[in-house]
């Protein structure tokens, strides 16, 4: 109930600030809920109040609009982007050729990498579509990449469809 809603908080709140063992509270989609003019304030009083054993991570295809500036000079903030995530070209041959064994050359690796930016979920995708091809196959698919339908119908399912209307 709304008129319940400020005792919920800080019974959530003192529950967080005496808690003994590590404990992760994940809020994902945050940029679904990040506009809301309630959530931003409620957020960081659990996050100030919380004991030290208690990580917040908060995922979002959006820079969340919370007040960082304190968490960041207590260092107690941290923030990672799409580049902190993108894989290296180096952890792109790993994933290739040491844990799938695709043997793939340089110039596959170096067109992979750049093409995709580095993103995980493409690597998925690719790795679904070349694991079965031989070396003549595998050139025949280069000449058409990135134009692979896995990975449009993941962008507008996945990431495109989640936007909010402008953005779209």
Do not use: C
């Not at 008129?3 to 908080?9: Q, S």
């Not at 799938?100 to 790795?127: F, M």
């Amino acid at each position: 109930e709304p008129k319940n809603a400020e005792a919920e908080l800080e019974l959530i709140a003192s529950l967080l600030s005496q808690q003994s063992t590590p404990m992760y509270i994940v809020l994902d989609d945050y940029q679904s809920i990040d506009s809301s003019p309630e959530i931003g304030p409620l957020i960081e009083t659990l996050i100030n109040r919380s004991s030290s054993m208690v990580t917040f991570v908060i995922i979002s295809r959006a820079r969340p609009s919370l007040q960082t500036t304190q968490w960041k000079m207590d260092q107690k903030y941290m923030e990672l982007s799409t580049s902190d995530l993108a894989f290296t070209l180096e952890e792109t041959e790993a994933f290739f050729n040491t844990m799938n064994e695709l043997k793939l050359d340089d110039r596959e690796l170096q067109l992979i990498h750049e093409r995709t930016e580095g993103w995980i979920a493409s690597y998925q995708l690719i790795l679904g579509i070349i694991s079965k091809m031989n070396r003549y196959e595998r050139s025949l698919f280069w000449s058409t990449f990135p134009n692979v339908q896995d990975i449009y119908d993941y962008l507008s399912t996945e990431v495109i469809q989640a936007q909010e209307n402008d953005i779209k």
